[in-house]
T-cell receptor, first 112, second 110 residues
Framework: GNSVTQMEGPVTLSEEAFLTINCTYT??????LFWYVQYPGEGLQLLLK???ADDKGSNKGFEATYRKETTSFHLEKGSVQVSDSAVYFC???????????WGAGTKLIIKP | NAGVTQTPKFQVLKTGQSMTLQCAQD?????MSWYRQDPGMGLRLIHY???????DQGEVPNGYNVSRSTTEDFPLRLLSAAPSQTSVYFC?????????FGEGSWLTVV
């Protein structure tokens, strides 16, 4: 079946460090892939998405490339800020109505 | 821009009580859904609806009912609350590949 696996957290980095949060998936066909972010005490916000192989989603300095050959959608940012501290969720959808399959989430802590 | 509005934001229930989590969206989206979020498990789909009058079960529907009498509203009912239903609940609507989430409802069953 379909599934999403994310690296376990928490991930703790210093401000201005390079960030990678790994995400791999299992799915048949060509799913759409998403990264959502959840700031403390808030709901989920779409961070970026990619709908086909080799697409790169980007937003707020974050990037992720849809790699079909490695079934991955790793999230990266060149220089993190304290305000990036949040929980990040990777998800996939194979449904036109976008029912999502979610990873467990990765908590990111950025220290000044 | 209201988007997806959930109420209440926080609720404490006693075991066996019933309650309804309200969800409303003002974007005229056909597709709406309810998720629960538990530590270390990501989000799991409870029920979803593809339009007024149509609902279906998701991954974890037991103990919950939904109805969709209008496009705007999609309430989630807990029939007889159990401690296992302590969770954070998110309502969402979607359109053309984008999902919009409400701010969440924190529910504790004691």
């Amino acid at each position: 079946g379909n599934s999403v696996t994310q690296m376990e957290g928490p991930v703790t980095l210093s401000e201005e460090a390079f960030l990678t949060i790994n995400c791999t998936y299992t799915a048949t066909g060509y799913p759409s892939l998403f990264w959502y972010v959840q700031y403390p005490g808030e709901g989920l916000q779409l961070l970026l998405k990619a709908t086909k192989a080799d697409d790169k989603g980007s937003n707020k300095g974050f990037e992720a490339t849809y790699r079909k050959e490695t079934t991955s959608f790793h999230l990266e940012k060149g220089s993190v800020q304290v305000s990036d501290s949040a929980v990040y969720f990777c998800a996939l959808s194979r449904d036109s109505n976008y029912q999502l399959i979610w990873g467990a989430g990765t908590k990111l802590i950025i220290k000044p | 821009n209201a988007g997806v509005t959930q109420t209440p934001k926080f609720q404490v229930l006693k075991t066996g009580q019933s309650m309804t989590l309200q969800c409303a969206q003002d974007m005229n989206h056909e597709y709406m859904s309810w998720y629960r979020q538990d530590p270390g498990m990501g989000l799991r789909l409870i029920h979803y609806s593809v339009g007024a009058g149509i609902t279906d079960q998701g991954e974890v529907p037991n103990g919950y009912n939904v109805s969709r009498s209008t496009t705007e509203d999609f309430p989630l009912r807990l029939l007889s609350a159990a401690p296992s239903q302590t969770s954070v609940y998110f309502c969402a609507s979607s359109y053309q590949g984008t999902i919009y989430f409400g701010e969440g409802s924190w529910l504790t069953v004691v």
